[in-house]
Each structure stands twice: as C-alpha cells, then as structure tokens.
C-alpha cells in the first residue's frame, strides 16, 4: 500500500474516531437533559399535588372557625365580581 494512501486512511480513521467521540459527547449531553427535565416535571407535578392536597385539608377543616369565615369571605368576593362582570357585558 502506498504511503499517501496509508497516510489518508490514517487521517479518516482519526476522523471518524472524533465524530464518534462528538456523537457519544452529544448523546450524554442529551440523556442529561432528558433525567433534568424529568426531574422538573416530576417536582412541579409534586407541587401541583401538594398544593391539591393543601386545599383539601383546609375544604376539611371548615369546622375552624377561621377557615369558615375565611371561605365565606372569598365565595362572597367571587359572587361580586362574577357579578360584576355579568354587568360590565350586559
């Protein structure tokens, strides 16, 4: 085999040995953006259902008298403003 030839293959096995490298780099990169975004996901999801859950305790909690007074209190500023803009659109 002559050496130009030798020389070239040397040069597009050292080549490909780098996209290789690059492609496995990238693909590393790729998974730990997959497990990051699933580990967001899953504690905003958390979140949502701690805050779902919060609610609820407070829903069974209405025979505290300040939770009572305070959700008649709210119920009685939505009314308002529902009708509010029932008004505003007739």
Request: one cysteine or more.
């Amino acid at each position: 085999m002559p050496a130009s030839v030798a020389d070239r293959l040397r040069q597009v096995e050292i080549e490909l040995a780098e996209k290789k490298l690059a492609l496995t780099q990238a693909l590393c990169e790729n998974q730990e953006l997959v497990h990051q975004l699933r580990r967001s996901t899953s504690i905003a999801s958390d979140s949502d259902t701690t805050s779902i859950n919060s609610m609820r305790s407070i829903n069974n909690n209405n025979n505290n008298p300040t939770v009572s007074w305070l959700s008649k209190t709210v119920n009685t500023i939505k009314e308002a403003a529902s009708s509010t803009n029932r008004t505003k659109v007739n």
